[in-house]
């Protein structure tokens, strides 16, 4: 990583997610994550990984691109068991 992000920064822009990607696509996501495994991010890195890092952008994380690349997967990862986790606690 050629500029380090503080986990308080990486924490805020997984909320970022949180709250601008629709639940229903972060339920994609997580098919994609238990279909294709570990690569999911790298199958998705055009397309889907592209409006993610510009959403980043767009919600002011202006950080390296090459960082960006190499942690917006997680994030991601993040955003999806978080939102996903909060979903189905909700019902019980």
Known sequence: ?????PPSEKKKAVQYLIDNI??????????C?????????ILNHHGF???IRN???KGEFDWDPMD???IWIGLV???????LE????NFH
């Open 77 to 83: 990862e993040k955003a999806v068991k978080k939102k």
């Open 49 to 51: 990984g592209t409006d």
């Open 22 to 31: 629709p639940v229903e696509t972060l339920e994609k996501v997580a098919k």
């Open 68 to 70: 960006l690349d190499e």
């Open 1 to 5: 990583m050629l500029y380090p992000i």
């Open 86 to 89: 909060n979903k189905e606690s």
């Open 55 to 57: 959403l980043l952008r």
């Open 33 to 41: 994550m238990k279909e294709d495994g570990p690569d999911w991010g």
